[in-house]
């Protein structure tokens, strides 16, 4: 399942925008497997903002952190995010894996508490430098999107995000993070593998194509869709979001080019 990384085609995007990629923030870092990869990356010279409410989850990431002696790249929050400032509860919703780890309305025993990207980048004055963002909130998206208004309106930060139907009749709960973003000048893209298939190029929508057709060359490609069309892809899928300026940006560096098949 794991031959080839961990959300392989996030990976490969970051891979690709890194060089040019000032601040990096980690929403729902975990143990810290982006965090790692990304400041592991040769062309990366950036720093980290790494955000991981678990508590479990976050003495790992600074165990990783400190055990790397990177605390002068990293900077390691232990909050959820939300649209507000205040205290949350949390579960994980398998009871084993603490990247199932939710917010949720009920009272727990997991009481944590829940910041502003927006303050979080403001303590660190950093919010002017921040070039990606990927969240992966199990289900909460929205609500970070909304604490980053600041940050989102003024760097036009490239935002990588976890979308899941977990059930087709809630449609405005599916679309609402697309509808947010694309209020804020954004695009959609969803991404795939481009691939050899009987010896002529083939675009796969998803990891699937690394294990069924491999071969020496696989490369992503970033397929556009609107909001609308959400409802048409994998039941999950991490999206890519930018603005067109950041996108024409990474065109003329020459790290995206069109593919005509």
Not at 75 to 95: H, I, P, Q, T, Y
Not at 118 to 135: C, F, N
Not at 230 to 235: A, E, H, I, S
């Amino acid at each position: 399942r794991y031959r080839y990384g961990y959300e392989p085609e996030v990976a490969a995007f970051l891979d690709a925008i890194l060089p040019e990629c000032r601040i990096f923030v980690d929403v729902g870092a975990n143990w810290g497997y982006f965090t790692l990869f990304v400041l592991t990356a040769a062309p990366f010279k950036g720093r980290v903002v790494a955000i991981e409410p678990n508590p479990s989850a976050f003495n790992d990431l600074k165990q990783l952190v400190s055990s790397a002696s990177w605390e002068g790249r990293v900077s390691c929050w232990d909050c959820a995010l939300a649209e507000d400032n205040g205290v949350a509860f949390m579960k994980v919703r398998d009871g084993i894996h603490s990247g199932e780890t939710a917010l949720v309305k009920e009272i727990t025993s997991m009481k944590v508490g829940k910041r502003r990207l927006d303050d979080v980048l403001q303590t660190d004055s950093m919010w002017d430098q921040v070039d990606a963002i990927k969240i992966d909130t199990e289900g909460t998206e929205l609500q970070v999107m909304r604490g980053a208004t600041t940050v989102i309106r003024s760097n036009h930060p490239a935002v990588i995000f976890e979308s899941t139907i977990d059930n087709l009749e809630d449609t405005g709960t599916i679309l609402a993070p697309f509808l947010f973003l694309a209020g804020e000048g954004y695009e959609f893209f969803a991404p795939g593998w481009l691939v050899n298939r009987q010896n002529k190029p083939f675009v796969f929508p998803d990891n699937r194509a690394l294990f069924q057709f491999p071969g020496p060359v696989q490369e992503l490609i970033l397929t556009p869709f609107l909001p609308s069309q959400r409802l048409m892809l994998p039941q999950k899928v991490n999206c890519i979001a930018m603005t067109p300026d950041r996108t024409q940006s990474l065109i003329t560096q020459g790290v995206f080019g069109p593919w005509e098949p």
